[in-house]
């Protein structure tokens, strides 16, 4: 049983080796060149901030790629950094209002009804899709929002 377990493991890297082997040759690039593992490191400050629900100070900077960097800790003196406060008590996004009209017929209709006659017709289907696109609509104003706030720091 031990020589079919070093077995397989020894597979497993051979595979590894060959396939990042197989990238490399295809694109040239090593798919590990740009692999760095993340400070994951907690202080005591971090810690109790989290634990009271207190606001936590983030770090924003462009490192030397042009990447966006987020971090609890500062960077090096050299980089220009955007301090933000979060307060885990806030929602970015606030809960859709349902006109009054719109109120006043869910409430008057029951729960849950079952379709009589044929389920699809071409107007139910007009309405399921026109449904889904004001949908896609909704969800691309508080995506438009989101960005709008994130941008803004």
Do not use: H
Not at 2 to 7: D, P, S
């Amino acid at each position: 049983m031990k020589k079919l377990i070093i077995k397989c493991i020894i597979m497993v890297a051979l595979f590894m080796g060959i396939s990042q082997y197989f990238v490399y040759i295809m694109t040239g690039k090593s798919p590990l060149d740009n692999f760095n593992i993340p400070n994951l490191s907690l202080n005591k400050e971090s810690i109790t901030n989290f634990a009271s629900g207190g606001k936590q100070t983030v770090y924003k900077w462009v490192d030397e790629n042009g990447v966006t960097q987020y971090s609890a800790e500062a960077p090096s003196a050299d980089q220009q950094v955007k301090t933000l406060e979060l307060d885990p008590n806030t929602n970015i996004v606030q809960g859709v209002q349902m006109p009054e009209d719109e109120k006043e017929e869910s409430s008057s209709k029951p729960a849950m009804s079952m379709p009589t006659g044929p389920v699809y017709s071409p107007e139910s289907i007009k309405k399921l899709v026109d449904d889904a696109k004001n949908i896609e609509n909704l969800l691309q104003e508080r995506m438009d929002k989101q960005d709008k706030i994130l941008s803004t720091y």
